[in-house]
């Protein structure tokens, strides 16, 4: 099956360093994938290379059956033009929130319809509201991020990630930068998305999250995928010695 998303031999080196080592991945459309493996493993570089945020230095993405970019001497040739388009599609939230703070919730979350999609502004904000109430935070539109808490600010990068209405959304470690009592609020807004059968990816180390979250787990190592399975294989069942040894430093977690 091609499924939505289709890595090929990925590759991604800053230098000398390899980060990327090969990776072969296929997404189907409606999967929620987690992803994950220590510090340096290639998580968030991994993330960044699907949206191109990073371009890859070796391998190809396929999206929706379509190679991004094009065979050229020396490796792939991407349009910028082609990568503005696909970051439409691919929605990408981070462990900072980037919200613009001279705006309000309102006006964030309707930034990316008003000056990417060009829709228009009617449009964009009620959009922007149909998804801040989608997070919970339908009463914070006409507030400034500087007045709401950290768990707010990343619901509404969500939310502003979701008003772009694309096919596939990817998380890179989100509550990473919440204090703990915040990472709930977070983690259940992500948990409600699970179920409309989105397509995600999530790089998390909240593994009990990872467990209830996830319809597959992946764990990296140095750049590769160790192992890969249902959570129930991968958490509770881990075949490789890495794995176990990453698991157990995280015992604390209940599923």
């Given amino acids: 099956m091609s499924g939505i998303l289709r890595l090929d031999g990925l590759r991604k080196s800053f230098g000398s360093n390899e980060v990327l080592r090969g990776i072969d991945l296929t997404v189907q459309q409606g999967?929620?994938?987690?992803?994950?493996?220590?510090?340096?493993?290639?998580?968030?570089?991994?993330?960044?290379?699907?949206?191109?945020?990073?371009?890859?230095?070796a391998g190809t993405v396929t999206v929706?059956?379509?190679?991004?970019?094009?065979?050229?001497?020396?490796?792939?040739?991407?349009?910028?033009?082609?990568?503005?388009?696909?970051?439409?599609?691919?929605?990408?939230?981070?462990?900072?929130?980037?919200?613009?703070p001279h705006m309000t919730a309102l006006q964030n979350v309707a930034e990316g319809p008003l000056s990417v999609l060009g829709v228009g502004r009617a449009e964009a904000e009620a959009?922007?509201?149909q998804h801040l109430a989608k997070v919970g935070l339908a009463e914070k539109a006409e507030a400034y991020p500087?007045?709401?808490?950290?768990?707010?600010?990343?619901?509404?990068?969500?939310?502003?990630?979701?008003?772009?209405?694309?096919e596939m959304l990817l998380f890179d470690e989100p509550?990473?930068?919440?204090d703990p009592e915040l990472v709930g609020e977070v983690l259940e807004t992500i948990l409600g998305l699970s179920r409309e059968g989105r397509t995600m990816l999530l790089v998390t180390h909240e593994l009990g999250f990872a467990f209830h979250f996830a319809t597959r787990v992946i764990f990296l190592h140095e750049g590769m995928i160790h192992e890969e399975g249902t959570p129930e294989q991968v958490l509770k069942h881990p075949r490789q010695d890495r794995t176990r040894a990453f698991i157990g430093r995280h015992s604390t977690f209940a599923f």
């Fill in 31 to 57: 999967e929620r994938i987690a992803i994950l493996g220590a510090s340096g493993s290639g998580k968030s570089t991994l993330l960044r290379c699907i949206n191109f945020m990073e371009v890859p230095s």
């Fill in 175 to 178: 509550t990473s930068a919440l």
């Fill in 146 to 166: 500087a007045r709401l808490s950290g768990g707010q600010q990343q619901r509404v990068a969500i939310a502003r990630a979701l008003a772009m209405e694309p």
């Fill in 64 to 100: 929706a059956g379509t190679p991004v970019g094009e065979e050229a001497r020396g490796g792939r040739c991407y349009r910028p033009a082609e990568l503005a388009r696909l970051r439409t599609r691919i929605g990408m939230i981070f462990q900072q929130f980037n919200l613009f």
């Fill in 127 to 129: 959009r922007a509201r």
